[in-house]
């Protein structure tokens, strides 16, 4: 197990018109995190910085896609997408 700080595990919020409508409507929110952290890494990163409790957490690595230049074809790099549903009593403001 890699031992990351919660800082850099957690790269950035996702914000979307479905992570928006996800956030106000089942309290669940999406973030970019790093490649290498686990689940319980994801939780308890977003449970230090937040300061909210984490009821779950659901990951998948997006491919990164391949793209057209005018020198050629590219692939850009992959990253992994978290989504964590928070406990119904916790809030968390993004904006």
Excluded: C
Excluded at 9 to 20: C, G, H, M, N, Y
Excluded at 37 to 47: E, L, P, S
Excluded at 67 to 88: D, I
Aim: overall charge positive; glycine content about 4%.
């Amino acid at each position: 197990m890699i031992a990351l700080q919660p800082t850099h595990i957690i790269k950035r919020p996702l914000i979307t018109e479905k992570s928006t409508w996800e956030g106000t409507s089942r309290n669940r929110f999406s973030f970019e995190v790093d490649l290498r952290a686990n689940k319980t890494q994801i939780k308890d990163a977003i449970q230090s910085i937040y300061n909210v409790r984490v009821v779950g957490v659901a990951t998948q690595v997006r491919k990164g896609e391949i793209v057209r230049t005018r020198f050629g074809e590219k692939q850009e790099t992959s990253w992994k997408k978290a989504v964590v549903e928070l406990h119904p009593d916790d809030k968390l403001e993004l904006f």
